[in-house]
């Protein structure tokens, strides 16, 4: 039987080792993403009919608070709600907005295909291939990843159509 001490002393060793590979691995730890059946009822209907609702963690608070506050000129789009929804969606996405370090580096335009941590993750993939009729744009993350609508970016269910 294990005295106390040394219980003690294993569980603070495995848990050292437990937060070493969580460091080493935070892209596993982290691509599995809100799925859309867990969105805000308002978001799922406002913010995915013209591309998917993307999960609010990919960007932080207030990249998220000033397209909230511009949906009139949306990425060249007008995007606009009425004050009620906006507002409903905006509180739900300043609760569910990533914290992480990487989403809280710049992104020009408020983009989740700029952050730092996109171009890091897509950086073998060249400018032409985001540009194919299959493709369209970087923001179009479904077309390559299968179960990005379930949160799910692991490399097993990456394809790049031609
Ligand atoms: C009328 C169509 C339309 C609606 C509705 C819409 N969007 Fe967009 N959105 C666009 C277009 C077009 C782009 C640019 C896509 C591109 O560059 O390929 C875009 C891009 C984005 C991007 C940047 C994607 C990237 O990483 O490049 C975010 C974030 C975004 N939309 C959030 C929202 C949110 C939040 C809502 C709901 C409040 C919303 N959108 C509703 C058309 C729309
Ligand atoms: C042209 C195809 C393509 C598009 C479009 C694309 N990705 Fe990727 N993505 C990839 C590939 C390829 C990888 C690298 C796969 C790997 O080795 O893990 C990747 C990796 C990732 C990873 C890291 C997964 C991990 O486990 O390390 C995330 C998260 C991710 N993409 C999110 C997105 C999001 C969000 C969008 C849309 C804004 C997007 N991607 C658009 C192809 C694409």
Known sequence: MMNRQRYLWTAALVAGVVSVVSWAYPA????????????????????????MAYSPEFLSKPAWNRIMQRLDKHYGTDASLDAATVKEISNWLAQHGGSYKRVTESSPEDRLSTTPWFVRKHREISPSVFQRASIKSAANCTACHMKAEQGNYDEDFVRIPR
């Open 28 to 51: 596993h730890a982290d691509s599995r993403m809100l799925s859309k059946a867990q969105m805000l009822p308002a978001y799922q209907q406002e913010c995915a009919s013209c591309h």
